[in-house]
């Protein structure tokens, strides 16, 4: 009898035993996807987010080998050739023929460095490195003005990519600077809820019916007074030093709200609970458990950030108190070519150029914005 009861067991046990071997086969197969790949494959599917893309590293990548391509000086003057209309008849150049002065047309002697300085402006190291591996590839062969020249005879197509150089960093830096202001007040206020909270907002209420263009304008021009500026200047911070922190000083409100609104819809979640009863401070919970969890909104923040404080740097330095001549950016070379049209005649590429290259890379970051935020939102994770 207990032979006879004990065979079924047995088998039944086998059976059972083979189901889950069968089971645990299937789940080696099944791969998972993590966030990250899957808004990745899903970023993939939109065709004007991945344009967007691949034109931002584009220029990304041209602004920052900018020191290494065959360019001309964006600083050297020949008034000859002012104003010159663009034209491909002359592809290649003699670099040294456009040359300002003597000083300037040494410039691949022995004396190179203070000479880049005179030719280029102050550069660091890096760019440094890459302007003397320019000279030992092209030597003193330059691409032809084919974007023409400005009123002084400067090259416009060199212009334009030292200007991305400041643009493409100004739009980032001052994004950034944002993001920790905004991220952090943001996260502190809906974390700590109560009267902090409507403190902190209140505080947030007021600085939004403050006209913030008076403001930076106003501290630009204070900061610009002399003594002021010499004093910056001997602790190594120049205008653009300040213009970054400026400007990303007053784009921080609206990633705070944002910020506010989902730390308050996250902070009774059972991964918040969970952390609070093993002991996690304040402080770590919200910068370690909250903030992680806001990377997707971040990130779309950022790429629709930069386009608003590239514009807006624009903006200030088409007023005359963004970037500084003799450097240049975007926003300097279109506020040059409008003081420069008149009725008479149009130097149309003196303004069509910057304004182009602006224009494109504002609509690459908004798109890429776009395609990031449907990427990001698990909501349309199945459409």
Not at 78 to 107: E, G, M
Request: charged letters at 20%.
């Amino acid at each position: 009898m207990p032979e006879s009861s004990s065979l079924p067991s047995s088998i039944e046990s086998s059976d059972e035993l083979r189901r889950y071997e069968h089971l645990l086969e299937e789940a080696r197969r099944v791969k998972g996807v993590s966030l990250g790949r899957d808004a990745w494959r899903r970023l993939r599917r939109s065709p004007s987010a991945m344009l967007s893309l691949s034109v931002l590293v584009v220029m990304t990548l041209l602004a920052f080998f900018t020191p290494l391509l065959p360019l001309q000086s964006p600083r050297a003057v020949d008034t000859s050739r002012n104003f010159q209309a663009p034209t491909i008849n002359h592809l290649w150049v003699n670099h040294l023929d456009l040359a300002a002065d003597d000083a300037d047309a040494k410039i691949w002697n022995e004396q190179l460095r203070r000479e880049v300085d005179l030719k280029y402006g102050s550069v660091n190291r890096l760019t440094w490195l890459l302007t003397r591996v320019r000279v030992a590839i092209f030597g003193e062969k330059a691409i032809g003005s084919i974007c023409g020249t400005d009123e002084l005879g400067r090259d416009l197509m060199a212009r334009l990519f030292w200007g991305a150089r400041i643009s493409l960093v100004v739009g980032l830096v001052a994004t950034l600077v944002s993001l920790v202001i905004g991220v952090s007040y943001g996260a502190i206020s809906g974390y700590l809820g109560g009267r902090v909270d409507n403190i902190m907002m209140r505080l947030v209420d007021v600085l939004y019916s403050i006209p913030f263009i008076f403001i930076v304008i106003f501290l630009i021009t204070v900061l610009s007074e002399d003594s002021i500026k010499g004093w910056l200047l001997d602790h190594g911070i120049d205008r653009i030093t300040i213009f970054f922190f400026v400007v990303g000083a007053i784009y921080w409100l609206t990633m705070a709200r944002v910020v506010r609104g989902q730390v308050i819809s996250l902070k009774q979640e059972q991964f918040v609970e969970a952390a609070r009863t093993l002991g996690a401070s304040r402080t770590r919970i919200i910068f370690l458990h909250l903030v992680p969890n806001l990377f997707s909104v971040i990130i779309v923040y950022l790429t629709l950030t930069i386009p608003r404080v590239m514009l807006f740097e624009a903006f200030l330095s088409f007023l005359g108190l963004g970037v500084e001549p003799p450097d240049v950016s975007w926003g300097l070379l279109a506020n040059e070519g409008l003081k420069v049209i008149t009725p008479v005649k149009i130097y149309w590429w003196l303004v069509v150029y910057p304004g182009l290259a602006l224009g494109v890379t504002l609509f690459a970051l908004n798109f890429l914005g776009d395609g990031l935020r449907d990427a990001l939102d698990p909501r349309l994770k199945n459409r």
